[in-house]
């Protein structure tokens, strides 16, 4: 049996007939830009985070991007972000004209290290951006009480955190501002690129707001230098359909999660902890491995798809060649680009194959054992 990392078909293909429905309702009501369509995902969002306001984006990039600029984060500021993510965390810092400060993970959980911000923070720094990673709730009390000592912004990249619980708090609502993002791929996917962001500030939301349309709230009257960043009204229609299969999509990468963490607890695998005081959402799942090219070479030839996440931090990639020089620097986040690796996860992997998956891994795991006798 094949098995892909991601199979998007499979999981929109039940779905087919309430998307259509719902593309067919924006195509008819002749509203394009915004509108009722947008409104009613953005105050569903909103309700499902438990969030006073939502906002609509383009995509997960710009509500990292339009979140900095409303909070007033700007040139020769600096904000503190994890040493191991996804590149859009740093590059929505750069874009305001700020700068990324690596602060390196605990390598158990993949998120920032609470022990290691303080050492940070310097008299420019202006705001933590921690990143949900992998759907798993970085360490948020600590932060947000740093960061009302130190009078620092928090914004949260929850791109893979939706539906995710921080000591029974659903994530959405914590930080200053919470960014999302709607890629296809992400546990809340459309159908092209969409985000928002999510906040209980209603004057930062205002002010999102405004950013997103051209600076404008009144047509062709212009308060800020803004983006054109709106979600599409078809993406928002997409979105409200599937926002209702989230929960169970949820519970179902739940399921996968523990299946996994039984089928290969007696490997030489690292596992993924999570805490107690987390439910994460499982947008990935991550095991280590001192082996992890090999690995990922012995599974594909077993037919299972896996993928890096990441395989150049981004302190080392040529974007951020001013970082990058010192082969000492930021250890963790390199150590963690060499070993994690990806097992197939989605609503759309059945219980026939999670298991073909876990058979295969311990078949490898048990060819790793054989050949270092
Ligand atoms: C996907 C992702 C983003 C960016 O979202 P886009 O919608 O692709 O711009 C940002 N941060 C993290 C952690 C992501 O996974």
């Known amino acids: 049996m094949k098995i892909p990392f991601l199979d998007l078909k499979l999981t929109s293909e039940p779905l087919r007939d309430e998307i259509t429905e719902a593309i067919a309702r924006v195509m008819d009501s002749g509203i394009y830009i915004l509108g009722e369509e947008v409104e009613l995902f953005e105050r569903e969002w909103a309700d499902y985070c438990g969030a006073k306001a939502a906002v609509g984006l383009a995509n997960g990039l ?3 991007t339009l979140a900095l600029r409303a909070l007033d984060v700007g040139s020769g500021d600096e904000v503190l972000v994890p040493s191991n993510t996804y590149i859009a965390t740093w590059l929505a810092v750069s874009a305001v004209g700020a700068r990324p400060v ?4 605990d390598c158990r959980t993949y998120n920032m290290d609470p022990g290691r ?19 798993q709730p970085a360490d948020l009390d600590p932060i947000l009480s740093l960061a009302s000592e130190k009078c620092l912004k928090v914004i949260e990249d929850a791109a893979q955190a939706h539906g995710a619980n921080y000591k029974g708090r659903r994530i959405g609502a914590q930080g200053d501002v919470v960014c999302w993002s709607f890629y296809p791929g992400k546990n809340l996917g459309a159908v092209g690129d969409a985000g928002a962001i999510t906040t209980n500030n209603d004057a930062v939301a205002e002010r999102i707001k405004t950013l997103r349309n051209y600076g404008s709230r009144v047509k062709y ?3 800020v230098k803004g983006a054109n960043s709106r979600l599409d ?6 979105l409200r359909v599937k926002l209702r299969h989230l929960d169970r999509w949820t519970e179902h990468r739940r399921g ?3 299946r996994y963490d039984a089928g290969l607890a007696s490997t030489d695998l690292q596992l993924p902890l999570t805490p ?10 991550v095991v280590r491995s001192d082996k992890r090219d090999l690995l990922q070479h012995r599974l594909a030839e077993l037919g299972v798809g896996t993928l890096i996440h990441y395989p150049i931090p981004p302190h080392m ?10 082969p000492e620097e930021l250890p963790i986040a390199r150590q963690m680009a060499a070993e994690v690796l990806s097992l197939p996860m989605g609503p759309f992997l059945d219980r026939e194959m999670q298991q073909a998956v876990i058979d295969a891994v311990n078949t490898v795991d048990r060819e790793f054992r054989q050949s270092s006798l």
């Open 317 to 326: 990639q040529i974007a951020y060649a001013e970082y990058g020089s010192v």
């Open 276 to 285: 107690g005081w987390v439910e994460s959402a499982w947008h990935l799942y």
């Open 102 to 105: 690596a602060v390196e993970p």
């Open 221 to 223: 009257v212009h308060e």
């Open 117 to 135: 911000i303080g050492e940070k923070i310097t008299s420019r720094t202006k705001a933590i951006l921690p990143v949900h990673l992998y759907g």
């Open 62 to 64: 710009d509500a990292l």
């Open 256 to 258: 996968i999660a523990r």
């Open 233 to 238: 009204p078809l993406q928002a229609a997409v």
